[in-house]
């Protein structure tokens, strides 16, 4: 994915970008989230390690389906990524499953009733 189309996805501009790839003090994450039946449903996480590595994470697994996340490094050769992080990240994904799930189901039950 381009850089552009991540700084709006995300609805970052290039300077919060580039402060949150260089700072060299703390991690960052920012999300996307798009949860509607009748539309495309999305959750996405822009990684930053502040030592240059950006990874784009997706709770949408080709292997894994719902219960993994793909992982693509961004214009980088690596990210690192703290434990909290992580354990973060993968709650948020759950709860995104969970949520999406439910919609599904409730959508489902609305339109056969």
């Known amino acids: ?36 039946y009748s539309e495309i449903m999305e959750c996405s996480i822009l990684y930053f390690d502040s030592d240059d590595g950006v990874a784009l994470l997706k709770a949408d697994a080709e292997t894994f389906a719902e219960d993994g996340f793909s992982i693509e490094l961004i214009d980088c050769r690596y990210c690192d990524i703290r434990y909290q992080d992580m354990r973060d ?12 799930s439910a919609l599904i189901a409730e959508e489902l039950e609305r339109e056969s009733a």
Request: aromatic share 14%; proline share 0%.
């Open 89 to 100: 990240i993968i709650d948020i994904f759950e709860d995104y499953e969970m949520n999406a």
């Open 1 to 36: 994915m381009k850089i552009k189309e991540l700084l709006d996805k995300f609805k970052l501009n290039e300077k919060e970008y580039e402060h949150a790839r260089y700072n060299m003090a703390k991690s960052s994450y920012f999300i996307h989230e798009e949860l509607s």
